[in-house]
């Protein structure tokens, strides 16, 4: 075969490759997608991708299927959808918890960075600092009183140790200048149903899970985590605004897809969500439960990422978070 006949024969290989390759991603999704989020059901990810993935099916018109793989701060499920084939049918959504991991497991099966990329954000929600009822506190500097004077009395919770509540939480006692004891759950429920009982003074709850409990009486809401006060409390102070300047912290929710996946499947995907975020049907229905839509372009959100990872490892190692 002369020089020029293998060339031919390889351009034709190449754009027959190419063709088979477009073609497999128009025609895609032809089979459901799994939406792997990393928290228990009932977490403030678990509804965000709920809502988010009951609409998306309608607008692909295929099943979207959540799967709830909680553990390790996340990366247990961070680690599968890294690890699973680049096809666009295993999905990430996760929280802002996302970008604690690296400095909290610097032994990771998969790099964060360069082994997840973004499609988009979802949603930011406040996180609501919540008590029982039962424990009388006042407000949050009766609280932070309360603990200074018998330091070693108080705890709180999170869903998970490095878990975005659990950010929150160490941004708060930082500014406050408090020592509590940190008790990490499986996952937000069971946070709240401790705090409820009474077992832990206090946990950085979601506020789209926290509200009803609120709104029931059966939690009682101090401050919001968030630099502005939430729409949903309006007479509940930020945690600034109680006092304690520089504990602020957002909350969001975001999808990613193995960096792997073509990228015309992510710009489909990135498509069709931000159409749903931005259908005024689903905005009401977030606002409803305290959230608000957060479209972000695929490139801006993988920036974003390596933004939020820089920061927090500051915040970890002057926290000294550690993994267990």
Do not use: C
């Not at 351009?11 to 459901?32: F, V, Y």
């Not at 701060?73 to 295993?90: E, Q």
């Not at 878990?163 to 996952?187: C, D, M, Q, V």
């Amino acid at each position: 075969m002369t020089t020029r006949r293998l060339f031919n024969s390889l351009s034709l290989l190449a754009i027959a490759t190419l063709a088979s390759a477009a073609h497999a991603q128009s025609d895609w999704p032809k089979q459901s997608i799994k939406l792997i989020v990393p928290f228990t059901a009932g977490s403030g990810t678990d509804i965000i991708a709920r809502a988010v993935g009951e609409r998306l099916s309608a607008a692909l018109g295929q099943p979207v299927v959540i799967e709830n793989k909680p553990g390790a701060g996340g990366t247990v499920a961070a680690n599968m959808v890294a690890k699973s084939t680049p096809d666009g049918y295993t999905l990430l959504v996760h929280s802002s918890g996302h970008v604690v991991n690296p400095s909290l497991y610097p032994n990771l099966p998969y790099d964060t960075l360069k082994d997840l990329s973004g499609i988009t954000t979802l949603a930011s929600l406040p996180n609501v600092l919540v008590v029982s009822p039962s424990k009388g506190y006042k407000d949050v500097k009766d609280l932070v009183a309360k603990v200074k004077a018998k330091p070693d009395a108080f705890n709180y919770g999170s869903a998970g140790n490095g878990s975005a509540t659990h950010i929150n939480g160490e941004k708060f006692r930082l500014a406050a200048g408090i020592t509590p004891t940190h008790i990490p759950y499986r996952g937000t429920p069971e946070a709240l149903t401790d705090t409820m009982g009474g077992r832990i003074d206090w946990f950085f709850a979601p506020i789209v899970s926290a509200l009803p409990l609120v709104k029931d009486g059966k939690l009682q809401a101090l401050a919001v985590g968030t630099p502005t006060r939430s729409d949903d409390l309006p007479n509940v102070p930020t945690t600034a605004e109680a006092g304690f300047p520089g504990s602020e912290y957002t909350f969001w929710v975001g999808m990613m897809a193995p960096s792997a996946t073509p990228k015309a499947i992510v710009d489909h995907l990135h498509a069709e969500v931000v159409k749903i975020l931005n259908n005024k049907e689903f905005k009401n229905r977030l606002d409803v439960i305290g959230a608000t839509p957060m479209p972000m372009s695929s490139a801006a959100f993988d920036n974003f990422i390596r933004l939020e990872t820089e920061a927090t490892s500051k915040l970890v190692n002057a926290a000294g978070i550690k993994a267990n």
